[in-house]
């Protein structure tokens, strides 16, 4: 029996906020896939420039059966989070985020709990949440990837009043961030020489973490909550991290020896950090932290977080094509 017209349509409109509509086949009603209205936020300053031919590469490669596409470059810090709520209140299904992690950052903030889908097609410097995802690095084959990913959800993490989508931290790696900023130039190197340079004097502090009421006191010289298990560049910080098992993984990493230093490196590429007994994970809801830093850093992003930061997960927070 056919569903009546009124139903039908308001039926039709909820759907195609989603990307899927009713036709009427032989009688029955079919919900069926339509194209995805799809804005790309691309940001130019992203990485080592791997967008510059994103445009023809979208015209040879992107499914036009599968999405409609308009693009948009940002012009300034924090315009993609106005493009992507600008880009939910004009009823697109999905945007897709051409750039690196903070680019991602911005957008996820302009869509959270909306129901448009977020899509990757990697151009940062470390590109640690499309790696976790298994999304090539390669522009093209990010592209074919996407034609045939599926969405999903995933959760994020409230980060005093910020949000971090990937991982963040407090103490070294918010200090590289800070310097890898400063820099000229992006890409691994610059991330190896800040490192490198920053290392040698940089010492273990006290972290207070407040879980349910209770205190634990570390020391190390990375404290990281992670969503993801990656910094980027496949420096796993947190083998462990699931990026939609409705918690997130606090670690805190102590500050190796000289003849530590060459297993921690292999154990961080080898996605192993488990295995080091400079390591100490929980995975948590929400938690409290404490520490002798004002600094810290969002999905590599530098910012001001105080001594006291409250984490708490965001579950099921953002539609993701995975």
Known sequence: MLIDKT?????????TKLGVCVIIKNNKNIIMPIKYKTLAIINNKSGVGKQKNILDIFDKYLDK???ALDVVNTEYAGHAIV?????AEDDYNVVLCVGGDGTINEISRGLLYSNVIMGIIPCGSGNGLARSLGIPMNTIKAVKWLNAAE??????????DLLSVNVGGIGFDALVSQKFCEMKKRGRMSYAKVILREFLHYKNSEYIIIINGEKIKLKGFILSFANSSQYGNNANIAPNALIDDGLFNLVVLKKPHWYQILDLVYKVRMNILDFSKLFYEIKVSEAYVYSNYDMGHVDGEPVELGKKVHLKLLANSLKIFR
Not at 7 to 15: A, E, K, M, S
Not at 83 to 87: M, N, P, V
Request: aromatic share 12%; no cysteine; charged share 10%.
């Open 7 to 15: 139903i039908y349509i308001f039926v039709n409109q909820i759907l």
């Open 83 to 87: 493009l992507a709520l600008k880009a």
């Open 151 to 160: 969405p999903g959800l995933m959760d994020t993490i409230s980060v005093n």
């Open 65 to 67: 059966q599968k999405f």
